[in-house]
Structures are given as C-alpha cells and as structure tokens.
C-alpha cells in the first residue's frame, strides 16, 4: 500500500524561475491538502482540495502560487517567478473525508 | 497570541519517564490532530480527536473542549519517542475549512537512555 508521494524530493532554483511540485495522493482519498514548513517556522496551510468541491484557497501566500487537482487524485503546486523566500519544505497530505491526515515526504525547495 | 499554543517548547526526559504535553487553543473546533515529526523525517499523524480520550500504545490523547485543552502523555518513554510533536487544531468557524488547519510551534522531546 503506498503512501502520499511527493516529487522531486528536492529541488533547486533560481529566483525568478517557475517551479511545479507533485503530489499523488493515497487511492481513495478524497481531500488533499498542501502545508509549508519554512526554516524555523511552523506549519503554514496553504490549500484545500475535497472531491469536488471549489477548493480553500485561502492559505496560498500570493498569486504567484496556485495549485490544481486533476481527476481528484494527482495535485500540481506551481510557484511562479520564485523568491528566496519561497525556499521551504512543501508538504502534502491527504485523507478521507474529515479524517486522519496521511502525510507526503515533502519536497524541499531552495531558491538560490 | 497565537491560536493554538503548545507547553512547553523543549522538553528532556529520562528514558522511562511520564511526559506530557500540552495544548490550548483559543477558536471552536471540529477536530485537534497530535502530530509527530522525527528529525529529517516525515509527519506522521498520531491521533485525531473531537471528545473524550484516546489510547494507541503508550501514547494517550485527552481532550477537554469547554477548557480549549488537549495534552498528549506518553508513557514509559523511550528514545525513540525523541521528536517534534505538534499540535494542530482544524476550527468551526463559519466559511472555515476542515483541511485549514492551524499548528501549534511544536514541542521538542529528547528521550535520554
């Protein structure tokens, strides 16, 4: 039984380039959620997906970020135009309905 | 002050020791997640709960929802229970989503033999 996986494990930019961050959720699971762990931070939401729902997007820190469900299942993070700031650990995790969250590995991305 | 608070934020204990670790929050929820996370490692979820207790193992999960309280104990500690725990609460709040949860900072456990 796999996991939530996350690709690529990490990842290295330049500021100012775009970048997509991959997720597949476990089979079955209908809601898919997207956290950010900056160094020395906490957790932060960034957004929301359940079935068919219009997704909360309202962790997403700017509209340089957005983020897509295809089919409910796999979920695309993209960044545009990175900053430095952006660098951080991105996590996915995914569940039943209102249930225990199942989390990715993460991707780490550091903008240089 | 922030929405969900954790106590302590650093914690040391003996190997075989009682621990306990607690969490406040301040909004109305539908849930509070304990979460796990060992250095370098992924999250892992140990106990969502909405009422009452829970019981895996040595790791019991209370919650008191008039007091806005839970803690998280474990008993006959271990190091590897050695890891970051967070709390995370999911809030009731109209237009809130279930999936927006909000962390408490984390309290850091080092387990020594």
């Known amino acids: 039984g796999a996991g939530v996986s996350q690709s690529p494990s990490n990842k290295v930019t330049e500021k100012g380039k775009d970048v997509e961050l991959r997720c597949d959720p476990i089979?079955?699971?209908?809601?898919l959620y997207w956290y950010r762990q900056s160094l020395g931070q906490g957790l932060e939401f960034l957004i929301y997906f359940q079935g068919n729902s219009a997704p909360d997007k309202s962790g997403l820190p700017s509209d340089r970020f957005s983020a897509e469900r295809t089919g409910g299942s796999v979920s695309t993070l993209t960044i545009q135009r990175t900053q430095q700031e952006d660098s951080a650990v991105y996590l996915c995790?995914?569940?039943?309905?209102?249930?225990?969250?199942?989390f990715g590995n993460g991707t780490r991305l550091t903008v240089t | 002050k922030n929405e969900v608070e954790q106590s302590p934020q650093n914690l040391t204990a003996q190997e075989g020791e009682f621990i306990t670790i607690n969490c406040s929050y301040s909004v109305g929820i539908s849930a509070l997640h304990w979460l796990q996370q060992h250095p370098g490692g992924g999250i892992v979820s140990l106990f969502m709960l909405s009422s009452g207790k829970k019981k895996h193992g040595r790791l019991i999960a209370t919650i008191n929802i008039q007091e806005k309280h839970s803690s998280l104990h474990i008993t006959a500690s271990h190091p590897r229970d050695s890891a970051v725990y967070i709390c995370?609460?999911?809030?009731?709040?109209?237009?809130?989503?279930?999936?927006?949860?909000?962390f408490g900072q984390g309290t850091i456990l080092t387990v020594h033999p």
């Open positions: 089979s079955g699971h209908t809601a």
């Open positions: 995790a995914s569940s039943f309905p209102r249930g225990a969250l199942h």
């Open positions: 995370a609460v999911s809030s009731n709040a109209g237009g809130t989503s279930y999936g927006k949860l909000t």
